[in-house]
């Protein structure tokens, strides 16, 4: 029998030490995210995923971040290229996309180094986002 996509990332959370449910948490009250937040599945191994819709709707699609190599835009669908060649294209805003990366970028270095990211104003600041989203250009 196949599994969902939201089963598998659920053990592979448990499997790293927490739930989904307990990621997703942190990274809300971490960041202060409403809805949909990034989900670090195995931090150790850069290995984040975040979902393009609720995870309750069929079009919902899990973007694994680990191989992005490039964001791109085209009518008004993200444009995911990968390392090994692959290419997806996504129903949200490239600005949306790399919103999320920085999101994830920043949970990585709040866990690299967490004194110095609780006083930085890089860690703190809204617009810090837009600084980070070069990462993934």
């Not at 959370?13 to 948490?25: D, E, F, K, L, P």
């Not at 960041?31 to 195995?42: A, E, M, R, V």
């Not at 393009?52 to 791109?72: E, F, G, L, M």
């Amino acid at each position: 029998m196949m599994q969902s996509v939201q089963h598998i990332i659920e053990q592979a959370c448990i499997q790293n030490g927490s739930s989904y449910q307990g990621r997703a948490t942190a990274m809300q009250a971490l960041f202060k995210l409403k809805q949909n937040p990034p989900i670090p599945i195995n931090p150790a191994y850069d290995l984040y995923a975040f979902a393009t819709h609720s995870p309750r709707q069929d079009q919902c699609v899990w973007i694994i971040t680990k191989h992005i190599k490039y964001i791109d835009e085209r009518e008004k669908e993200a444009i995911i290229q990968y390392t090994n060649g692959k290419v997806l294209r996504i129903p949200m805003s490239k600005r949306r996309v790399q919103r999320v990366c920085a999101y994830l970028y920043k949970y990585h270095l709040y866990f690299k180094n967490p004194v110095e990211c609780k006083t930085s104003k890089v860690f703190a600041s809204e617009n810090s986002l837009s600084s980070i989203k070069d990462t993934y250009n």
